[in-house]
Each structure stands twice: as structure tokens, then as C-alpha cells.
């Protein structure tokens, strides 16, 4: 055990100006996002540290506060996380950091002739019993590190806990200072942040978002003279490390932008996001079939598409739920239906498991369709190679010089899912990478199996498994690159 030495010891830090700005807020829930290397967990390290300071003393002199410091794994909180907290603030100086506890006590005199009394416990959500406690503390404040790894529950449920700490009983004025603070690197755009930060912007919530270290320009990336914390990074700190990334990779991590990063091996490797989604919103064509594919379940998702006179896709809309029935899905899809998409001819094709009737409930989801006034047929079959292919050749197809298949922005899940978010997971094992046999569940698959539901009932799964001639009409004809 270290006993903390009393000498004066001076913590230089200069708040670059987007993490000034964060730090000033009063908002509740404060969060920073930025690429790596912006100095957003630093950042947080001294704004709890700075809160302990503020923390008005008690009718005993003692200044006491409790934090709690969340992530998602004790691995990335070890080796992560705690480094940084204890680089800031080391055990000799500033108390004794208890490993077994995973708490770290600080105790420090003021010249005023009060202490700052301070608790930090460092709590990862991997095991159980460990988030049953978290519910349970009674805090000043929180930190949440890299917080799009966690869900938005979580938050809020930290969130709970929070200005509990130090009571008002124990003989001073409460707490001085109450809130949860996080930091991140970019989410995708179908993250809870990005809706939070973005589109609601609810109150008692502020975000703020670092500029990148690169920026790109007509196709390329270049340092960015704005980048923040580059005084405290090597020379071409950036610059060097995007050498053999993905454009993706590049644009999340050292850009600072919204996207997803893809991990195991994609299902739609022929997906390029920068020529298949739209730069704004599609619009339905009049007169048009409307298509409609649907995936069932406890997560019932809807796939909205047209197909142009010259055999180019058009991928319109997406309908996803979580933790829904299928009547009131149904009902959804029906407002949807009669909204935006009013008075187009309707084709719906669904997932052929969907005619079984359930245990519980003699309707099966094309009863519960129909009595809602969506007529839906099963598709024949239910091959996940035919289904994978019917998508993948009209990602592959260029008519007249454009992709045979474009999304529109607000396919958000169906984006992200066909960008590498829906995927084969990377197994465990030594030596040559090697991927799981089907594609994970996930948030991501079920829109997307309803996307390959439509395609197959469009015609599509008949169009890759029948002989075609040379001089068959072009949009008859595909190619699929995948190998």
C-alpha cells in the first residue's frame, strides 16, 4: 500500500476549446465525442477530479464525493481506463488505489484547512453481479467511457444514481455538483447517441464533438489544421496511421465521423457505402410497385423497394422494431403504408417460417397481416445462399453507368447492417482467419433478411438461377462478384 505524500504537487492541464466548452456545461448528461487521440478520456479524468475539488466541505471540513467510472469490460477498463485515471493521478500523491475493490481513495488536505475526500470505483458490465451494484450505489457523479459500447438503459440507470451523494443528513449542503459525463469514439447512425445528439436533443442533455484529425477532400485525407490535442501526439500522428485502413476505419476513428466499422466478415462485401446510398432521401416514383419484404419474430423489420422500368432498385424505406408483437408491427406498417407510400400497387413478401401457426396463438403473421388489410405471401424458399445472392447481384449490376441497387439515408439499419454490421462472426482460433457458418443475430439482421425476402418474392432469386442468353434485356442480366 502507498501512503500519499501531503508536498505540493501541481496537475498542468489546458482544456482544449470543444472539451472547454463541455466542461463549462451544466447540462445533466454531458457527452464528447472525437477520433482517438483528442484527449476526451483525460479530459474526464480531470473533470471528476475538478468536481471532488468544487464539492463544498461539510460541518467537518471534508469536501466528500463518490464517483463511479463505467466500461464495458473489465480488459478495456484495466488497460485502458484505469492507466489513464492513475497517469493523472498517481497512488503516492493522491491516495490509495485498492485493486481487489477496483476503487481508488483519495484523500488530500486544501490550504483552506478542509480535505477533499474523494471515492472512485471503476465498475466494468461484463459480469452480473457487478451491474446489480452499480444500481445499487449512491453517487455524486458518473463517467461513462467509450459509452456507444453501451446500451442507453445503462445510462439512464446511472443517471438514477447520481446526486445521492453526500446526503444532505450527514451536516452539509448536498452535492455541489451532480451529473454523468461521456466520451466516445463515433457510433453509427443508427446509435442511441447519434438520436440523442442529433435528432431529439432532448433536455438536461448536451454533446459536443471534437473536429478530426484528418479531413477528407475529394477523396482523400488530409490533416486537419483544426484537430485538437496535436501538441500533445507524435508528428503525423494521423497521417501514419491510416496507412492500410479501410476508408471506413479512417473516417470513424481519425475523422471523428458517424459510421460503423466493420468486425468478422461482412455478408454483402459488394456494398460500398459511398455508391450505394443516396445523398438524400428517395422519393417513391408514382404508378410503381411498391415491394415490401418482411422478417417476423420478436423483432419483426420491413423492407420498402421499387424497381425502375430500366431494372435498377430503389430500396425506399426500412421499418424496424425490438421487443414488439406482430400486431401492433402491423399496425406500424400500415400507417407507414398509408403515409408516404399511399396509393402505390402493393407487393408483400414475408419469411416463409411465418406461415406456422405459434403455440400460443392459432394466427399465424400473414393472418394477423391480412385481418389488418396487408395482403403477404410467403416467398418459396427459404435458401440462405439464394437469398444472399438475389441482393448481392443487384449491389453487383450497373445500368447505365449507376448501381443496380441504391438506398435511400433513411434505410439507417439496412445501411449499416449491409456496410459489415451484419456479418459472420470471427471464431476464436488460431492461426488463419476463420468465420461462423451463418450470419450473427443481431439488430442488424433482421431488416436486412426482410430486404432479401423482398428480393427473392420480386423475382430476383428467379433471375441468378435461370440460364439467360447474350441477348436477354439488360436488367435480366446480373453478375456477382462475390467469391
Request: net charge positive.
Amino acid at each position: 500500500m502507498k501512503t500519499p505524500s501531503h508536498d505540493p504537487y501541481r496537475v498542468a492541464y489546458k482544456a482544449p476549446p470543444t472539451i472547454a466548452r463541455f466542461m463549462a456545461s451544466r447540462a445533466l448528461y454531458r457527452g464528447i465525442m472525437g477520433p482517438v487521440g483528442s484527449g476526451k478520456s483525460s479530459a474526464c479524468c480531470m473533470e471528476l477530479m475538478a468536481k471532488a475539488f468544487a464539492q463544498a466541505p461539510d460541518a467537518s471540513g471534508l469536501r466528500r464525493t463518490r464517483f463511479v467510472v463505467v466500461r464495458n469490460t473489465y480488459r478495456e477498463l484495466k488497460d485502458t481506463t484505469l492507466r489513464t485515471w492513475l497517469s493523472w493521478f498517481p497512488e503516492d500523491v493522491f491516495g490509495h488505489f485498492a485493486h481487489a475493490e477496483m476503487a481508488h481513495f483519495l484523500s488530500i488536505p486544501r490550504p483552506d484547512g478542509t480535505s477533499v475526500v474523494c471515492e472512485v470505483l471503476f465498475r466494468a458490465l461484463d459480469r452480473p453481479r457487478d451491474a446489480r451494484k452499480l444500481l445499487s450505489l449512491d453517487l455524486t457523479g458518473a463517467w461513462i467511457n467509450e459509452a456507444r459500447e453501451l446500451p442507453l438503459s445503462v445510462v439512464e440507470a446511472v443517471g438514477d444514481r447520481v446526486e445521492r451523494y453526500p446526503s444532505r443528513r450527514d451536516g452539509g449542503g448536498g452535492c455541489t455538483w451532480a451529473g454523468v459525463i461521456l466520451d466516445t469514439n463515433p457510433p453509427d447512425t443508427d446509435h442511441w447517441w447519434h438520436r440523442l445528439a442529433e435528432e431529439t436533443r432532448p433536455d438536461g442533455w448536451a454533446f459536443f464533438a471534437q473536429p478530426g484529425g484528418l479531413v477528407e477532400r475529394d477523396g482523400k485525407f488530409v490533416p486537419n489544421p483544426g484537430a485538437e490535442n496535436l501538441e500533445h501526439l507524435p508528428q503525423g500522428f494521423y497521417e501514419r496511421r491510416m496507412a492500410g485502413k479501410s476508408p471506413r476505419h479512417v473516417r470513424v476513428y481519425y475523422c471523428g465521423r458517424y459510421g460503423f466499422v466493420q468486425d468478422g466478415l461482412p455478408v454483402y462485401p459488394e456494398f460500398d457505402e459511398n455508391r450505394h446510398v443516396a445523398g438524400k432521401p428517395l422519393e417513391p416514383a408514382p404508378d410503381l410497385t411498391l415491394y415490401v419484404g418482411l422478417d417476423f419474430g420478436l423483432t419483426p423489420a420491413a423492407a420498402l423497394a421499387q424497381r425502375l422500368p430500366n431494372g435498377r432498385w430503389l430500396l425506399l424505406d426500412e421499418l424496424v422494431s425490438r421487443d414488439m408483437g406482430m400486431l401492433r408491427f402491423a399496425g406500424l406498417l400500415r400507417e407507414l403504408l398509408a403515409g408516404r407510400y399511399a396509393g402505390l400497387p402493393l407487393e408483400i413478401w414475408g419469411d416463409p417460417a411465418g406461415a406456422q401457426r405459434a403455440q400460443t396463438d392459432e394466427r399465424t403473421p400473414y393472418d394477423i397481416l391480412r385481418a389488418g388489410g396487408l395482403s403477404a405471401r410467403p416467398v418459396s424458399t427459404n435458401d440462405p445462399l439464394l437469398r444472399r445472392e438475389a441482393v448481392a447481384a443487384a449491389l453487383s449490376r450497373e445500368v447505365d453507368g449507376e448501381p443496380g441497387l441504391v438506398l435511400s439515408p433513411r434505410c439507417r439499419t439496412l445501411v449499416a447492417g449491409m456496410a459489415g454490421a451484419w456479418r459472420y462472426r470471427r471464431l476464436a482460433v488460431a492461426g488463419e482467419d476463420r468465420f461462423a457458418d451463418a450470419p450473427e443475430k443481431s439488430r442488424f439482421s433482421h431488416v436486412c433478411e426482410a430486404a432479401q425476402y423482398l428480393f427473392v418474392g420480386a423475382g430476383e432469386g428467379r433471375r441468378i438461377t435461370t440460364p439467360r442468353g447474350p441477348a436477354s434485356p439488360r436488367q435480366g442480366q446480373s453478375e456477382n462478384s462475390f467469391r
